[in-house]
């Protein structure tokens, strides 16, 4: 039939104009998909890292308690340090003070342990001793040396390099802690530094994708105010080797 060949090519002709005129995605696999998300959230990611934080903490017990892994031993470890810092900081005790009490009281319950045993048992038992291993202090002064010695080289690399945007953020750095110091004393920097190393990374580890992209925020901020003082005051300041004068 003629009217329904002409209707059919009709319907046809629109067909491909409609085809025409949406515009062609490409066809993705899941799996591609899923992989070109776990690599812009890798690119993402603050300071482009690929460990996951319990890796950057270096694992083990210590990445546990920081993490929190173990809520009473975290718990009991923020809570001693609160009370230490409560006790010299509020209370205004003194570590002498402190330490000779707490030999006085050790000595107190040997002395009522040695002396009730044998009234009571007629054999006297000797209380145990502590005894603290050699090693103990040896491996604090090695691992406390290796930082030292690693953060006075990190200075001295920053000082020495031509790297001016890590210099600028060194100093500044440095000159904040300064201002930090002036307000409390060195106990409560401690103090505050521990607090934040027990709370900063399991927060970061929850909040990881906000947090990421706040800071990149920041930090894009950050370079554009440093793009216009470069522009503006640094790229003026000659960076070229001084000739010397020939002399005749």
Request: aromatic share 10%; with cysteine.
């Given at each position: 039939m003629?009217?329904?060949?002409k209707?059919?090519n009709?319907?046809n002709?629109?067909?491909e104009?409609f ?6 995605q490409k066809?993705v696999?899941f ?15 603050l300071f482009?890292?690929q ?12 990445a546990?308690?920081l ?5 009473k ?9 609160t009370a230490v810092?409560?006790l010299?900081?509020?209370l205004?005790?003194?570590?002498l003070?402190l330490?000779?009490?707490a030999l006085v009281?050790?000595?107190v319950v040997l ?5 009730a045993?044998?009234?009571v048992?007629r054999?006297s038992?000797r209380?145990?001793?502590m005894v603290l ?12 040396g290796a930082e030292?010695?690693r ?12 790297n001016l945007?890590?210099?600028?953020a060194?100093v500044?750095?440095?000159l904040?802690v300064?201002?930090i110091?002036s307000?409390?004393?060195?106990l ?5 530094g521990f607090v934040a190393a ?5 927060l970061?580890?929850?909040y990881?994708?906000q947090?990421d992209?706040f800071?990149?925020?920041v930090l894009e901020?950050?370079?554009?105010h440093?793009?216009k003082?470069?522009?503006g005051?640094l790229?003026k ?7 010397g004068k020939k002399?005749?």
């Amino acid at each position: 039939m003629p009217e329904g060949s002409k209707s059919e090519n009709l319907l046809n002709s629109l067909l491909e104009s409609f085809g025409d005129t949406v515009p062609k995605q490409k066809s993705v696999s899941f799996f591609e998909e899923e992989k070109s998300n776990s690599a812009a959230s890798q690119f993402n990611r603050l300071f482009g890292r690929q460990k996951p934080v319990y890796h950057l903490l270096g694992g083990g017990k210590s990445a546990d308690v920081l993490l929190w892994r173990n809520k009473k031993i975290s718990a009991s470890v923020l809570s001693s340090a609160t009370a230490v810092w409560v006790l010299f900081q509020w209370l205004n005790y003194h570590f002498l003070t402190l330490l000779c009490f707490a030999l006085v009281l050790g000595m107190v319950v040997l002395f009522l342990w040695s002396n009730a045993s044998g009234l009571v048992n007629r054999s006297s038992s000797r209380p145990p001793r502590m005894v603290l291993p050699e090693e103990l202090f040896a491996n604090i002064g090695i691992s406390v040396g290796a930082e030292v010695n690693r953060a006075l080289g990190f200075l001295q690399d920053v000082a020495c390099g031509r790297n001016l945007k890590q210099f600028l953020a060194v100093v500044a750095s440095l000159l904040a802690v300064a201002m930090i110091g002036s307000c409390c004393n060195f106990l409560t920097v401690l103090y505050i530094g521990f607090v934040a190393a027990h709370t900063l990374p399991v927060l970061y580890e929850r909040y990881e994708d906000q947090v990421d992209g706040f800071i990149y925020k920041v930090l894009e901020q950050l370079q554009g105010h440093y793009q216009k003082l470069d522009a503006g005051v640094l790229s003026k300041i000659p960076k070229g080797k001084l000739r010397g004068k020939k002399y005749e």
